[in-house]
């Protein structure tokens, strides 16, 4: 089994920056894929950011790319989201996730990673 905590979120105005921390422990050497998440009140959850534990690939939502970067610490177990350029349309609640299995960019397409976290919230006004 593998926990995520998040930590990081908060509100900060348009054009700002903030960094989503996600601290990994449990059966870490499992998790073939770890990725970032959100949602919007009244709006489905959307992967956000996506990253290959082997080797390191990354992907990003359009509406993200460019002004997102996804990134780990493997020392600390610890996933990074470095937020810049933000806008309104950023506001959500924030998730980190990991999977176990195989199939990464299906699992996040449909958001059905296996191990999430509780969450922490970004509002930009």
């Known amino acids: 089994h593998v926990q995520l905590v998040e930590s990081g979120g908060g509100s900060v105005q348009a054009g700002g920056s903030l960094r989503l921390s996600c601290a990994a422990s449990g059966y870490t050497s499992s998790i073939s894929c770890l990725g970032w998440f959100r949602q919007a009140p009244g709006k489905e959850r959307e992967g956000v950011a996506l990253m290959y534990t082997a080797g390191g690939s990354t992907v990003y939502a359009d509406s993200v790319a460019g002004r997102f970067t996804i990134s780990r610490d493997n020392a600390k177990n610890t996933l990074y989201l470095q937020m810049n350029s933000l806008k309104p349309e950023d506001t959500a609640m924030y998730y980190c996730?990991?999977?176990?299995?195989?199939?990464?960019?299906?699992?996040?397409?449909?958001?059905?990673?296996?191990?999430w976290g509780q969450g922490t919230q970004v509002t930009v006004s």
């Open positions: 996730a990991a999977h176990d299995g195989g199939s990464c960019y299906g699992a996040f397409a449909r958001g059905a990673f296996a191990y």
